[in-house]
């Protein structure tokens, strides 16, 4: 099984940037799609990114588009999150997690602890 472990979280402040990463750990990166997701405190989960298994494709939310950029580097097992242009509604848990590409980057399998990114003054 794939596991996940995110990093780069921290407090901001607005306008400014991010960068978090997604260590994975098992038999494979190469052919599995991920997601960033996130949720903020008396919010649902929701996604925020996803990538293919070759990092050819991308797919994000409307809340995100232009402002976020998801990447991955399979030689090193790590996906990318860079995080541009904060606000304060982006402060929430993000997590990593597997997804199906082509099924609405629906995530499978299970949460890890997630990383927390705070945008405040």
């Known amino acids: 099984q794939l596991q996940f472990v995110e990093s780069g979280g921290g407090l901001v402040q607005p306008g400014g940037s991010l960068r978090l990463s997604c260590a994975v750990s098992?038999?494979?990166?190469?052919?599995?799609?991920i997601g960033w997701f996130r949720q903020a405190p008396g919010k649902v989960r929701e996604g925020v990114a996803c990538i293919s298994s070759s990092g050819r494709s991308t797919d994000y939310a409307h809340s995100v588009k232009g402002r976020f950029t998801i990447s991955r580097d399979n030689a090193i097992s790590k996906v990318h999150l860079q995080m541009n242009s904060l606000k304060p509604e982006d402060t929430a848990v993000y997590y990593c997690v597997r997804v199906d590409y082509n099924n609405g980057c629906r995530h499978f399998g299970s949460w890890g602890q997630g990383t927390q990114v705070t945008v405040s003054s």
């Open positions: 098992g038999y494979t990166l190469n052919n599995a799609a």
